[in-house]
């Protein structure tokens, strides 16, 4: 599927409310599944200072964990 200009515009505007969002947001909570953490996602949104506390699934790595609370993220791990 081919992806227009104006895709690609608005997909940038999303990312800019996104930013503004968290800007003026007193505390930001990302959740996220722990397959997609690892993966370079492009146009990333928000980088780790900007994020106080990341929920996911219980398959994200030790490694990764402690990756990410060096960041000074809290992290929270959703067992199931």
């Known amino acids: 599927e081919s992806r227009g200009l104006g895709d690609v515009y608005k997909r940038q505007e999303l990312i800019g409310l996104s930013r503004v969002m968290a800007e003026v947001a007193r505390e930001v909570i990302v959740m996220v599944e722990s397959d997609k953490i690892a993966k370079k996602i492009p146009n990333l949104e928000l980088g ?26 809290n992290l929270v791990i959703a067992y199931g």
């Open 48 to 73: 780790w200072p900007q994020i106080h506390t990341l929920i996911t699934d219980d398959g994200l790595s030790q490694e990764m964990q402690s990756a990410i609370t060096a960041q000074g993220v």
